[in-house]
Each structure stands twice: as structure tokens, then as C-alpha cells.
Nanobody
């Protein structure tokens, strides 16, 4: 059973950067496609970035393209989300997710394993 634990969230000023980490245990990330989702208060959960187990192709939500980067360290069983040029609208609870799908999507029903989330707050 794959387990995921996120870390790295916090309070940051607009324009700042954060790196979220997701540590996997119980299995190996190389068997899974992975994604980061977020949910702001009063809003639906949305996909932010994903990475396919087949070839490692990545995809991003339009509003974070050029600012966020998803990458994995499969040797250490870690997934990261590097977030630069943060905006107040990026404020949300961020979740790491993993699923057996070959090509990653940003549809949350495709993912079987979820972390508990880490809070990101962008505010001056």
C-alpha cells in the first residue's frame, strides 16, 4: 500500500518561492504516475501538475505554467513541486497523489493514493 506524506508548505510573500515535497513509502514511485492538486477554501479541488510514469511527461494547469515545476527523485522515492513567482491566488491546501495510470492526467478520480496535504499561503 503506497503512502504519501507532503511537506514544505508555509507562508510566503507574493513573488516568493516554495518547494513542496512528497515522500512515498510502501511501494516505489516508478510504478505510478504522480500529480499535485490543490483546494482553496470554498473551491473545488483542481489539478496543478502531473508527471507520467510512462516517459516522465509532465503537464501543468495553464495558470501555473512557467512558474511551477513537478519533478521526481525516484531513487529517493520523492516527488517535488517547485513553485516560483507565487501569487495570492495560489493559496490553497496542496495534495500529492499517485495512481497506476500510464499517462498522468489532472483528473482526481484517476488517482488512488493521496497525502494529507500541506498548506500554502501567499500573502503580504
Amino acid at each position: 500500500q503506497l503512502q504519501l506524506v507532503e511537506s514544505g508548505g508555509g507562508l510566503v510573500q507574493p513573488g516568493g518561492s516554495l518547494r513542496l515535497s512528497c515522500e512515498a513509502s510502501g511501494s516505489f514511485l516508478r510504478y505510478y504516475s504522480v500529480a499535485w492538486f490543490r483546494q482553496a477554501p470554498g473551491k473545488e479541488r483542481e489539478g496543478v501538475a502531473c508527471s507520467s510514469r510512462a516517459g516522465g511527461a509532465t503537464s501543468y494547469k495553464d495558470s501555473v505554467k512557467g512558474r511551477f515545476t513537478i519533478f521526481t527523485d525516484k531513487a529517493k522515492n520523492l516527488v517535488f513541486l517547485q513553485m516560483n513567482s507565487l501569487k495570492p491566488e495560489d493559496t490553497a491546501l496542496y495534495y500529492c497523489a499517485a495512481g497506476g495510470l500510464r499517462i498522468a492526467t489532472m483528473s482526481d478520480w484517476e488517482y488512488d493514493y493521496w497525502g494529507q496535504g500541506t498548506q500554502v499561503t501567499v500573502s503580504s
